[in-house]
């Protein structure tokens, strides 16, 4: 009887603690102090920071709080702010994790919170915030000399200026607001490839019959417009898009006029011969014979058709988008009026035109 007794307990009590687990696992909440703020400025995220250090002088839950703080930083604006990753990595306590022999600093000592302080960098690096000298040493008071932490900050510290004006295409600090001068930015960073491409800001509202009213940023060069002119009247121009085009963490809709291939030129003449040196015929579109040399393609001929204009536009639409050829045909490009023109894009949800001959359809039916 007393063995049977015990097996029975053994059993039972495996099945006591799962019960009790579970049930303390589902009556577990985390308060987000972040969450409770009603303005969402820098002054109150530094707010929630400063109540936390001042609430528990032993700084428990540091590690859960600085992810918790991490995640909040884009709604509260301030991802991009030094000044506030600074007063996270303070939020950690001092000299406790440094470690004090060759052991503990090659086996990671304390690793959720070296982990955690990593993250934090990475995030900075992400946003492209660069540390100063008073962030190492905040570091090395937290973690020491041989902290995993201090080591990123130096990476950071090496690779980050080689990087930060690298870019040939260069953005202000803060992009700005105005959906017309990213696309501006846009334009101009697609189109740099030819120096002498011309970007231009027209309204559809020059078009009597355009039913969109929006603005648009078209680019075309003299050299694209030559391209244009010897566009055979049989053969329609294409229209595609729309593709992306990122300013950092923004994002831009352009799309491409694309015009016929022109056939390969093959020179089997020898080019040491001297005896009989043709007369040049000018420079093409300014000088003599407007038209451009067989014996070189130029940057806007692909393998999939010559790129003759880009632009971007407000709404992204199919009435745009005829607006935008409308304008072409108005400003140096009277080949348009008589070469088709094909879109091939999906239609966006942002249609005006089509949102627009809905209701009269309705009334129609109406009526009837």
């Not at 929006?214 to 294409?238: F, H, K, M, N, Y």
């Not at 409308?326 to 088709?340: A, G, T, V």
């Amino acid at each position: 009887m007393n063995v049977n007794r015990l097996r029975n307990l053994l059993r039972a009590r495996p099945t006591l603690f799962s019960v009790r687990w579970n049930n303390s696992e589902n009556k577990l909440a985390i308060y987000d102090p972040f969450y409770a703020k009603p303005k969402k400025t820098k002054e109150t995220y530094l707010e929630v920071i400063k109540k936390f250090e001042d609430q528990d002088t032993r700084r428990r839950g540091h590690v859960e709080f600085i992810y918790a703080a991490l995640r909040r930083m884009k709604e509260f604006g301030v991802q991009k702010d030094l000044e506030v990753y600074k007063a996270l990595v303070d939020v950690l306590p001092k000299g406790k994790f440094i470690p004090t022999n060759i052991f503990q600093s090659e086996f990671m000592h304390y690793p959720k919170q070296q982990q955690c302080a990593v993250d934090l960098l990475d995030q900075m690096e992400d946003n492209g915030v660069m540390p100063d000298t008073e962030m190492e040493q905040m570091l090395l008071n937290v973690f020491g000399r041989r902290g995993i932490p201090l080591r990123k900050y130096w990476r950071m510290m090496y690779w980050m200026p080689k990087f930060k004006n690298l870019s040939p295409w260069h953005l202000p600090d803060q992009l700005p607001g105005d959906t017309l001068e990213l696309a501006r930015l846009a334009i101009q960073r697609i189109t740099s490839v030819d120096p002498d491409t011309r970007v231009d800001t027209w309204q559809t509202e020059e078009i009597e019959a355009s039913l969109d009213k929006t603005w648009i940023v078209s680019a075309q060069s003299r050299t694209q417009q030559v391209l244009l002119s010897e566009q055979p009247l049989d053969e329609p121009l294409v229209i595609k898009g729309p593709f992306n085009v990122y300013l950092r963490d923004q994002v831009v809709t352009y799309f491409i006029l694309l015009g016929k291939i022109r056939p390969e030129y093959k020179d089997e003449s020898d080019t040491d011969d001297v005896s009989n040196i043709p007369r040049p015929p000018g420079i093409p579109g300014v000088i003599g014979k407007v038209t451009l040399p067989q014996v070189k393609s130029t940057t806007h001929e692909q393998d999939d058709g010559t790129i003759v204009a880009v632009c971007a536009t407000g709404t992204s639409s199919r009435d745009s988008l005829l607006s935008w050829i409308r304008l072409l045909e108005k400003n140096n490009n009277p080949l348009l009026s008589s070469i088709p023109v094909i879109f091939t894009l999906v239609a966006p949800s942002s249609d005006v035109s089509l949102f627009e001959t809905q209701p009269a359809t309705q009334n129609e039916k109406n009526e009837s």
